[in-house]
Nanobody, 123 residues
Framework: QVQLVESGGGLVQAGGSLRLSCAAS????????MGWFRQTSGKEREFVAA????????RYGDFVKGRFTISRDNAKNTVSLQMHSLKAEDTDVYYC????????????????WGQGTQVTVSS
């Protein structure tokens, strides 16, 4: 079982950048597909990005449009989400997640979740 802890959220102006990190513990990190979702209170979690166990393949939600990059460091058991050109509508709680099956884009397909980190983009 893997435990996930996100960090790096905060307040940023529209057009700015932010880097989120997720630290994993519990073993077996290099076997997991890792992902990021985001959620506004009262709405379903939205797929942001996912990365394969080796880091060789990535997948993004349609709204990303080249603004975000997901990466991982298996030696450090971390996955990151670099976000550029942030917009007010990117304001959300961002969650790190993991599963051992495939590039899943629905939250029900993921097994492990962090507590989330708040990203607020001021316009």
């Amino acid at each position: 079982q893997v435990q996930l802890v996100e960090s790096g959220g905060g307040l940023v102006q529209a057009g700015g950048s932010l880097r989120l990190s997720c630290a994993a513990s519990g073993g077996g990190f290099s076997r997991y597909y890792m992902g990021w979702f985001r959620q506004t209170s009262g709405k379903e979690r939205e797929f942001v990005a996912a990365i394969s166990p080796t880091g060789g393949n990535t997948r993004y939600g349609d709204f990303v449009k080249g603004r975000f990059t997901i990466s991982r460091d298996n030696a450090k058991n971390t996955v990151s989400l670099q976000m550029h050109s942030l917009k007010a509508e990117d304001t959300d709680v961002y969650y790190c997640t993991a599963n051992q099956r495939d590039f899943m884009t629905t939250m029900s397909s993921y097994d492990y979740w962090g507590q989330g980190t708040q990203v607020t983009v001021s316009s």
